[in-house]
Nanobody, 124 residues
Framework: QVQLAESGGGLVQAGGSLRLSCEASGSALSNYIMGWFRQAPGEEREFVAAISRRSVNKEYTDHVKGRFTISRDNAKNTVWLQMNSLKPEDTAVYFC?????????????????WGQGIPVTVSS
């Protein structure tokens, strides 16, 4: 099993940047595809970005392409989500998740382990 802990969230003005971190423990991060999801108030949780085990492949939802970047360092057991040019509609609780599958998936059920989530608020 792997435990995931997010950090780096908070309040930022529109146009600003935040970097979310997700630190894994209990199992090597290199065993998993890693993803970020988010859940806005009153909405369902949605896929944001994912990265393959060796960072060869990355996927993003169209809503964040060109603004967000996912990265990882397996030696540090950490995955990051760099969020630039933030918009009020990016306001949500952000979750990192680990997937033991072979290829990147954007659907929640594919992911085996989840962090508790961390809130991000973008003010206009």
């Amino acid at each position: 099993q792997v435990q995931l802990a997010e950090s780096g969230g908070g309040l930022v003005q529109a146009g600003g940047s935040l970097r979310l971190s997700c630190e894994a423990s209990g199992s090597a991060l290199s065993n998993y595809i890693m993803g970020w999801f988010r859940q806005a108030p009153g909405e369902e949780r949605e896929f944001v970005a994912a990265i393959s085990r060796r960072s060869v492949n990355k996927e993003y939802t169209d809503h964040v392409k060109g603004r967000f970047t996912i990265s990882r360092d397996n030696a540090k057991n950490t995955v990051w989500l760099q969020m630039n040019s933030l918009k009020p509609e990016d306001t949500a609780v952000y979750f990192c998740a680990a997937d033991g599958a072979i290829s990147i998936a954007t659907a929640e059920p594919s992911y085996d382990y989840w962090g508790q989530g961390i809130p991000v608020t973008v003010s206009s």
